[in-house]
């Protein structure tokens, strides 16, 4: 089974590959300089969503009560904290790294291997990293805009960590008996689609065009993750503020 | 009797004078507490009745708004491309598009907690940035960010910043590529296209 997960991924290096090979579209924006293979995986990424995961998340969320989905997302989350934590402290913050190990200290004990997220109520907050995070703090840039099979958004930097770094730091993957990691696998996409239904129908009703919609959200989303929340603010070149201000509509 | 009308002069100019000397972060706390005061109260609202919450969003939030702003923001290079009726039929159908996206995600409010982060501004700015955090026990809080403006009418929004995603430049991308298909008409299409095919579940944003 180890090893259709491995077929898993050379599968999806070969689509992307062959998808590049294909193509050399561009549709004006520089981040996005591969747009012609992103928009033709991203709708592929699209169908695999609307035939197969989304249906069976809002089955999961129809059939299984508010607390149980709060406890399996949170013994996802749990598990997740260690890899944060290590990120914090590559990316030199011991302390929120410090935090994170406390947090899977406590949750995995008190917690109920998990299930409950007590370190929160005990002022222990949540952190958000990975490894393209931290090759980000490093001082790596992005790259291009990457959609990646399966996965979704990405980019060259956040793409190559997910696949050759995050990976490794995944717990579930050193879980030894092969149809209890898959188990694990399986339901861990289901919930985190569930937990995403209510931002993909938000999605689907602010954006003009979803691709691009994503694509500025993500490289967004992810500069802004890179700094903490803080990125340092850039001029806008574009904010012709001509006879607008002060019109209040 | 003319005691009384300049009294209520008075409390007219007060009213006035008021709306216009509340400290940005104060205006958001106090749109922010009355909003979700009654969301949590409303079981309309709670059920995800949409016309109830556009009409709520419509009184308490809009008019803190600079919808022409935030319209010449997302068209970015391409608005002075726009003549006079072209911009005001975008402003419209723009600001239909953010109301509706607003109410839907207020509509998907649960028990999150905002907390606002203390203001970093200096006594004479015009344009600053009021910073709180949505905080979910077991998620990473999510800024939501608002840059706003003074302006004589007090001070007003220009954007919104979702953790760290501009919910009116993110629209750029897409609004030059429509003007490069098919110029700021075709732009205006799309949008009042758009609003109209949200029509059937939404209701009332559309004015």
């Known amino acids: ?74 013994f996802f989350s749990n598990l997740g904290d260690v890899w944060i934590g290590i990120n914090n402290v590559l990316q030199g913050k011991p302390g929120d790294g410090v935090s994170d190990f406390g947090r899977f200290a406590i949750n995995t004990t008190m917690g109920i291997l998990g299930l409950l997220d007590v370190a929160s109520d005990a002022g222990l907050e949540k952190h958000n ?54 188990e694990l696998y399986g339901v861990r996409i289901i919930d985190t689609r569930a937990n995403l239904l209510d931002a993909s129908r938000l999605l689907e009703e602010a954006a003009l065009d979803r691709y691009s919609y994503v694509r500025g959200a993500f490289l967004q989303r992810r500069r802004s993750l890179v700094y903490d929340g803080n990125p340092p603010r850039e001029p806008d070149p574009e904010d012709v503020d001509t006879g607008a201000q002060g019109s209040t509509r | 009797m003319i005691r009384l009308i300049s009294a209520f002069c008075l409390s007219l100019l007060a009213a006035s004078a008021g709306a216009e000397d509340i400290a940005p972060d104060a205006l958001i706390k106090g749109i922010s507490d009355d909003v979700i005061g009654i969301i949590k109260q409303d079981k309309d609202i709670k059920a995800g009745d949409r016309k109830k919450i556009d009409a709520l969003v419509d009184a308490k939030v809009l008019p803190h708004f600079n919808f022409a702003r ?138």
């Open chain 2, 70 to 207: 935030m319209t010449a923001l997302a068209m970015g290079r391409n608005w002075p491309k726009a003549n006079a009726a072209q911009r005001d039929a975008l402003i419209t159908e723009f600001r239909n598009l953010l109301v509706r996206t607003y109410s839907g995600a207020l509509s998907t409010y649960k028990d999150e907690v905002i907390e606002f982060k203390p203001l970093r501004a200096a006594p004479g700015d015009t344009d600053v940035t009021v910073r709180t955090q949505v905080k979910r026990p077991g998620n990473a809080p999510v800024s939501i960010d608002y840059s706003m403006e003074k302006t004589p009418t007090g001070w007003k929004v220009y954007d919104v910043v979702v953790g760290g995603v501009s919910l009116v430049t993110n629209y750029r991308d897409s609004f030059n590529a429509e003007i490069r298909a098919s110029g700021v008409d075709g732009l205006i299409k799309s949008l009042s296209d758009k609003n109209r095919s949200l029509e059937p579940q939404g209701g009332a944003a559309s004015k």
């Open chain 1, 129 to 182: 990293e990975d490894f393209g995070q931290t090759l980000g703090r490093w001082g790596v840039g992005s790259g291009a805009y990457v959609v990646l099979p399966f996965l979704g958004p990405s980019s060259v930097r956040d793409g190559f960590s997910v696949l050759a770094v995050d990976w490794h730091g995944d717990p579930v993957r050193r879980v030894g008996d092969v149809p209890t990691r898959n």
């Open chain 1, 1 to 74: 089974m180890k090893r259709n997960l491995i077929m898993l991924r050379r599968f999806s290096v070969l689509l992307m590959v062959g998808g590049l090979a294909g193509c050399a579209t561009t549709g004006g924006n520089p981040d996005d300089p591969l747009e012609g293979y992103n928009r033709a995986m991203f709708s592929f990424n699209d169908s695999v969503d609307k035939a197969v995961i989304k249906p069976v998340a809002q089955g999961y969320k129809a059939v299984m009560p508010g607390f149980a989905r709060t406890g399996v997302s949170n």
